[in-house]
């Protein structure tokens, strides 16, 4: 499950180096949707939990072991942080410069790279 995830952030974060206008209309079009908030804090609650568990097996149990306690975060603060302020940091991030966009996304597929190395020796 860590590698089709690493594998889905990877693809995403390439593609939006090329398109990075893709991610904004994706997120513009699910933002408002009233299913978004549960399905994001159970994808990162599940998420979380997930890097914890296999943390130990992993090549860098500590990276995965923060990974999984930032992804346990995030999902508790997302009801608190809600659907106004999230638009309003979507917005925000459409506005900066499109080399610091780029720059987010290398960063998103370097830590797709991190997950996947990672998780080699289980796969193996």
Do not use: H, N
């Not at 952030?9 to 398109?19: F, G, K, P, Q």
């Not at 408002?32 to 549960?38: A, H, N, Q, V």
């Amino acid at each position: 499950l860590i590698a089709l995830f690493s594998l889905a952030i990877i693809v995403i974060c390439l593609w939006s180096l090329l398109r990075p206008q893709w991610l904004f209309d994706l997120a513009y079009r699910i933002i408002d949707r009233s299913w978004l908030l549960p399905v994001a804090v159970g994808a990162r609650l599940m998420l979380g939990g997930i890097l914890l568990w296999v943390a130990a097996e992993t090549t860098w149990p500590l990276v995965f072991r923060v990974l999984g306690w930032l992804s346990i975060v995030a999902a508790l603060s997302l009801p608190f942080i809600g659907k106004r302020r999230i638009r309003q940091l979507i917005d925000w991030i459409d506005k900066v410069p499109r080399i610091v966009m780029q720059l987010w996304m290398g960063l998103g597929v370097a830590l797709g790279l991190v997950l996947l190395l990672g998780v080699r020796t289980i796969l193996v």
